[in-house]
């Protein structure tokens, strides 16, 4: 079972820019279909990127196309998600989590969660 720790929140103001990190432990996770998510106060977790085990296919929500980038290290066990352009709308918690699935397409298709990083923009 893989285990995640995210790093990297913190509070910004609007146009600005954060890098999350999630580092993971095991020596298998290379084999994992990485995502990231977020949940704002009173809404729904929301997938905002996805990168595969090899880093070759990745995808974003229409909310985050063009100004964040999810990216893999599998020699560090490390996923980053550079956030670029930072809106008010981005604040929320943000979480990564792992997935054995090639192309996760649902939350239920991840196994395993970080406890989360808080991400707060300001006007």
């Known amino acids: 079972q893989v285990q995640l720790v995210e790093s990297g929140g913190g509070l910004v103001q609007a146009g600005g820019s954060l890098r999350l990190s999630c580092a993971a432990s095991g020596r298998t996770f290379s084999s994992y279909a990485m995502g990231w998510f977020r949940q704002a106060p009173g809404k729904e977790r929301e997938c905002v990127a996805r990168i595969s085990w090899s880093g070759a296919d990745t995808y974003y929500a229409e909310s985050v196309k063009g100004r964040f980038t999810i990216s893999r290290d599998n020699a560090k066990n490390t996923v980053y998600l550079q956030m670029n352009s930072l809106k008010p709308e981005d604040t929320a918690v943000y979480y990564c989590?792992?997935?054995?699935?090639?192309?996760?397409?649902?939350?239920?298709?991840?196994?395993?969660w970080g406890q989360g990083t808080q991400v707060t923009v300001s006007s």
């Open positions: 989590a792992a997935s054995l699935s090639a192309t996760p397409a649902y939350m239920g298709q991840y196994h395993a």
